[in-house]
């Protein structure tokens, strides 16, 4: 029989080790073994940007936390490097400026924990978009309401430099609700980083710019590819290949395939499809939103707020042509942007009007989607991205 004092010296021993225990687990985030992180863009009354880690083992999550520098950190982009993070806001950047303001986060790799660097003007109105050069030597941010496209230059410690340039748009189009003046609402990079593709919902155009090394855009050789009157393109992807490209329409509920020259960055029209099902009519109360595709380059997902849809497309790999695969619905309203997996296993959609991320286990093969019974609760969320850790 242990006698009652060495009893006591171990029950001590064991409060000792538990209390030390517990204050670890309190005090620092949880770490994610797997090094694969979430993070969500919100809008106003939300808790800025979240962030999860992700356990792809068991496809769980964890609540790493939040930062609320500003409010509406509505679009997000993370440095090539995967070392930094960048979010546009609403919100205005000084007392005495009526700009939005773009942040720059320092990632830490270990717990997916953002840290503030630095904020510039997005020296433009109700900025919509951010997206970061594939050399890691630029950011650009999207002006929506001022229709205007912003560049600043990464530094080495991946803060921003002031304004490199600005390229302001003018005109209109032939929708008096929403197109009474042009309204920048991407702007996304070649894969080499030469040309920058500015999808324009105001004037039906996708602009394309020349870009300098030291930040400056001119036009390109052909400086835009039009898009049907009244289309309103809204977001734009390149094929794995560099030979394709499509746009996402808002207003006219359509996806447009260009082909590209890659020496002189031009499109051509190929296709405009619908991404309605058959029996659904659309109406000014539907709007399509975000356009990704695979990594394998076999299909493409695009969005639609209204039905709340995703619509799958199927790519030939030698036409760039779409075939319609299928709908699926996004379990919550009005979806928003959305990510692709970068191993292309699952892909998660962002519905503002259900404060909810919901997660979809993707068939290879066929494309198709089937809800994993996943949700992750965010307030207002209208972006997610991932990052893995090497």
């Not at 919100?42 to 999860?52: A, L, M, V």
């Not at 769980?60 to 930094?84: K, Q, Y």
């Not at 546009?88 to 773009?102: A, K, L, P």
Request: charged fraction near 20%; proline fraction near 5%; charge should be negative.
């Amino acid at each position: 029989m242990i006698p009652y004092s060495q009893l006591l010296f171990l029950f001590l021993l064991m409060i000792i080790f538990g209390m030390t225990a517990c204050g670890e687990e309190t005090d620092r985030p949880e770490r994610i073994q797997s090094g694969e992180f979430i993070y969500t863009g919100t809008f106003s009354d939300s808790e800025g940007i979240n962030i999860f880690g992700f356990d792809r083992s068991g496809s769980t999550f964890s609540n790493i936390g939040s930062v609320m520098d500003r409010t509406e950190p509505n679009f997000l982009a993370i440095h090539p490097s995967g070392n930094f993070l960048y979010a546009v806001s609403g919100q205005r950047f000084s007392e005495d400026s009526n700009h939005g303001t773009v942040s720059a986060y320092k990632i830490d790799r270990e717990t997916g924990e953002l840290e503030l660097l630095n904020e510039r003007s997005t020296e433009g109105q109700g900025p919509a978009h951010v997206s970061a050069d594939p050399l890691g030597r630029f950011v650009y941010a999207s002006n929506y309401s001022s229709g205007n496209l912003s560049v600043f230059a990464v530094q080495e410690d991946g803060s921003l430099s002031e304004v490199t340039d600005i390229a302001q748009h003018e005109g209109r189009s032939v929708n008096e609700r929403r197109q009474r003046a042009a309204h920048v609402h991407a702007a996304d990079p070649s894969p080499d980083g030469r040309f920058l593709y500015v999808s324009d919902l105001g004037i039906d155009k996708i602009k394309i710019y020349q870009v300098s090394d030291s930040g400056e855009l001119t036009p390109a050789e052909t400086p835009y590819a039009e898009s049907e009157p009244g289309a309103g393109p809204r977001h734009f992807t390149i094929h794995p290949d560099g030979e394709f490209a499509y746009s996402v329409e808002e207003l006219s509920l359509t996806v447009a395939v260009y082909s590209m020259e890659t020496q002189t960055g031009a499109l051509q029209p190929v296709q405009r499809l619908s991404l309605l099902p058959d029996d659904v009519e659309g109406d000014e109360g539907m709007s399509a939103a975000d356009i990704h595709i695979s990594p394998d380059g076999n299909h493409l997902y695009a969005t639609t707020r209204g039905p709340n849809i995703l619509t799958i497309f199927s790519i030939d790999e030698n036409s760039g042509e779409l075939s319609v695969v299928g709908h699926e619905s996004t379990r919550g309203g009005h979806p928003r942007n959305f990510m692709i997996d970068q191993n292309g296993e699952f892909l998660l959609v962002a519905n503002r009007d259900d404060d909810n991320v919901v997660m979809f286990f993707r068939d290879s093969e066929t494309g198709m989607l089937e809800p994993a019974g996943i949700e992750l609760v965010v307030p207002r969320a209208v972006f997610v991205t991932q990052l893995i850790v090497d």
